[in-house]
């Protein structure tokens, strides 16, 4: 079996349609299709229900899911394990919103490089699509995001909530701010925020990453979304300033990880996460 078959099954499982699949793998709907169908014909039986809603995996799909999972990440790992450093025995990859790496994340390798030293760590940044995918398809080990999606064989797990508030670059620029950056920081913000502000017409300037509009802000000038654990620095510095009524926005941080397997670096690792995200949650308080 060719494996970019197996590869463009799961990225139409992880997206729930062929457009989707064909935009994360850079190839056209129709190849996809192509795919899919050769895929069908040699295992003899139909894997998704194509409807206007998508595509749903069938009972057969949801067998051959692990199969296909397997598949793809017996090739990662043996990638992994051939471009192994000298003196390691595993490896592990870890991709998360960039916002994470901010002191969280940074904690964790560390923690990891003193409990696992001989596990070689490959870190990533990535958006959620990007990174569900490379969850299903094994080349991700653990992801770290704010909107994760359910998806079979992935466990979902509520680390700890980030407080976003409302900062400037002059205290004395007002709101609304006409600099204003939107964040993309997921649905639950974009919920949280047309509620409290029902009638702001749609933003000149928007980021898909808080990096982004810090770069704004510090060039240009303006108003953003920004964790507290982020933006604390620069309101001590006085380079930033919560604007005066501004509310607080919630945000939770999960992590998602495949729950068919019982590796003891995997086990590690979120062990990790989990220790280090109460003290995140504690520093953040």
């Known amino acids: 079996m060719d494996i970019e078959f197996a590869r463009t099954f799961l990225a139409v499982a992880a997206a729930g349609n062929f457009v989707g699949a064909a935009n994360r793998l850079h190839v056209t709907q129709s190849t996809v299709s192509a795919r899919i169908q050769a895929l069908e014909t040699q295992l003899g039986a139909r894997l998704f229900r194509r409807g206007r809603s998508g595509a749903e995996l069938t009972m057969a799909g949801q067998r051959f899911l692990r199969h296909a999972k397997t598949l793809v990440q017996t090739l990662e790992a043996a ?11 595993g490896s592990l990859t870890l991709a998360a919103r960039i916002a994470l790496w901010e002191g969280y994340l940074p904690r964790w390798a560390e923690w990891m490089q003193q409990e696992a030293p001989d596990i070689s760590l490959r870190m990533e940044t990535g958006m959620e699509g990007e990174m569900m995918q490379g969850l299903v398809q094994g080349s991700i080990d653990i ?11 992935l466990g979902i797990e509520r680390l ?15 709101w609304p701010d006409p600099g204003y950056v939107h964040i993309d920081w997921g649905p639950e913000f974009h919920a949280q925020f047309s509620t ?3 009638d702001i017409p749609p933003p000149a300037l928007t980021a898909n990453i808080g990096w982004l509009a810090m770069q704004c802000l510090f060039h240009s000038g303006g108003a953003a979304f920004l964790p507290i654990r982020i933006a604390r620095r620069w309101l001590q510095q006085e380079r930033l300033f919560r604007v005066e009524g501004g509310p607080q926005f919630t945000l939770p941080a999960y992590m998602v990880y495949p729950t068919d397997r019982a590796e003891k670096t995997l086990a590690t690792a979120l062990d990790g996460l989990r220790l280090l995200a109460v003290e995140e949650q504690r520093l953040a308080q």
């Open 79 to 89: 990638r992994h394990d051939v471009g192994l450093p000298a003196g390691f025995q």
């Open 143 to 153: 992801a770290l995001m704010y909107t994760p999606e359910s998806r079979p064989g």
């Open 160 to 174: 700890f909530d980030e407080t976003l508030v409302l900062v400037s670059s002059n205290p004395a620029r007002g």
């Open 196 to 198: 409290r502000y029902p």
